[in-house]
């Protein structure tokens, strides 16, 4: 909130919209001694995603930490450009021309990330949006990642020694 914050008292005409529950709500009135914010909009948690991304110009995640954040492939695959904290979570997303990435817990520096990506230009911003969106599909869907283990599956199974494989039935006894 505080790099928006910054954007909005620079002059910037931006809206952040945040989705959560009661208590991010609570968050937000505490942060801000119970006065209204104007360029800040609490959604509540929905089932339709997709329409949360359609209605946004950029995906922020502003993480502190993540393992694999999903909704960045998401986001992706919904054409929006990505502001990511630079976490070891969203390497792969180095791999993509439509994120902008930034130290974690700098506002300023994703204040500058946001406003970079807002600069492009509508050309510019459908390459890279596309791109992502390619890029997702192929290395990161449902059948992307079905391909990944049938191939893993394969590999094993090829690669093992058939004479390893003896085994001797319980009944099988030397007689004497």
Same mark, same amino acid.
């Given at each position: ?104 817990? #700098?506002?300023?520096? @994703? ?6 990506? %807002?600069?492009? &230009? !509508?050309?510019? *911003? ?21 391909? #990944?283990?049938?191939? @893993? ?6 690669? %093992?020694?058939? &004479? !390893?494989?003896? *085994? ?9």
């Amino acid at each position: 909130m505080d790099a928006v914050e910054y954007l909005v008292t620079s002059g910037r005409q931006v809206v952040l919209g945040i989705v959560g529950t009661e208590a991010l709500r609570e968050f937000v009135v505490r942060r801000n001694g119970n006065e209204p914010v104007p360029w800040l909009r609490v959604l509540d948690p929905t089932d339709d995603v997709a329409a949360l991304y359609q209605a946004a110009s950029v995906f922020l995640s502003a993480s502190r930490s993540e393992g694999f954040p999903y909704s960045v492939c998401e986001a992706m695959a919904n054409n929006l450009p990505t502001v990511v904290s630079d976490l070891p979570g969203v390497a792969w997303a180095r791999n993509t021309p439509g994120a902008a990435f930034f130290p974690v817990g #700098n506002s300023r520096a @994703l204040a500058a990330a946001i406003c970079d990506v %807002l600069a492009w &230009t !509508d050309e510019d *911003r459908s390459r890279r949006v596309r791109a992502d969106s390619r890029y997702v599909s192929d290395n990161h869907s449902v059948e992307s990642w079905a391909d #990944n283990i049938c191939d @893993l599956y394969e590999e094993m199974l090829y690669s %093992l020694d058939p &004479t !390893d494989c003896k *085994r001797t039935a319980p009944d099988d006894k030397e007689s004497t």
